[in-house]
T-cell receptor, first 113, second 114 residues
């Protein structure tokens, strides 16, 4: 079946540091890929998405590129802020998971001033 | 436009008791999903409704879980009897179409079984 693997957390950074959270996937067909974010006390929000190979999703300074050759969708940001502290989830839909989302285990990011 | 709402936000029950979680999707969204996150692990799919019909319930862990969506509006997820391993955060999400690439999530219900 489909699966998503995220880098182990938690990740602790200082403000303005660079961020990379690795995500790789296993799926048949051509899944869509997502990053969701959960801020403290809130529900999951879609951060960005990419629906086909080589697409780049971007939002709020975050970027991720759909790499089919390496089955990856790494999340990056050049300069993090304290307000970026949250839990980040990589997910896919499609493949054999048509309609439903398959998530990674989540990565806790804490940014210190 | 109101988002997805879930009730209660937190429930603490004893093993063997019954709990019912409720989800109100975004108005007009035919697709409704339930997910669960247990003890900091990955969020796992439970089931998918299209209107009032169960499209996919392959993620339901066992027959102690019963989901309904009468009239194709709000949905309930009942756990009876609850076990310790049922503790976790239960998320509901909705989307206008299963082909939609975005699902809108509620804030979740944190269930603690003692």
């Amino acid at each position: 079946g489909d699966s998503v693997t995220q880098m182990e957390g938690p990740v602790t950074l200082s403000e303005e540091a660079c961020l990379t959270i690795n995500c790789t996937y296993t799926a048949t067909g051509y899944p869509s890929l997502f990053w969701y974010v959960q801020y403290p006390g809130e529900g999951l929000q879609l951060l960005l998405k990419a629906t086909k190979a080589d697409d780049k999703g971007s939002n709020k300074g975050f970027e991720a590129t759909y790499r089919k050759e390496t089955t990856s969708f790494h999340l990056e940001k050049g300069s993090v802020q304290v307000s970026d502290s949250a839990v980040y989830f990589c997910a896919l839909s499609g493949g054999t998971s048509y309609g439903k989302l398959t998530f990674g285990q989540g990565t806790i990011l804490t940014v210190h001033p | 436009e109101a988002g997805v709402t879930q009730f209660p936000s937190h429930s603490v029950i004893e093993k063997g008791q019954t709990v019912t979680l409720r989800c109100d999707p975004i108005s007009g969204h035919d697709n409704l999903y339930w997910y669960r996150r247990v003890m900091g692990k990955e969020i796992k799919f439970l089931l998918h409704f299209v209107k009032e019909s169960k499209q996919d319930e392959s993620g339901m862990p066992n027959n102690r879980f019963l989901a309904e969506r009468t009239g194709g509006t709000y949905s309930t997820l009942k756990v009876q009897p609850a076990e310790l391993e049922d503790s976790g955060v239960y998320f509901c999400a909705s989307s206008p179409s299963y082909r939609s690439s975005e699902q809108y999530f509620g804030p979740g219900t944190r269930l603690t079984v003692t």
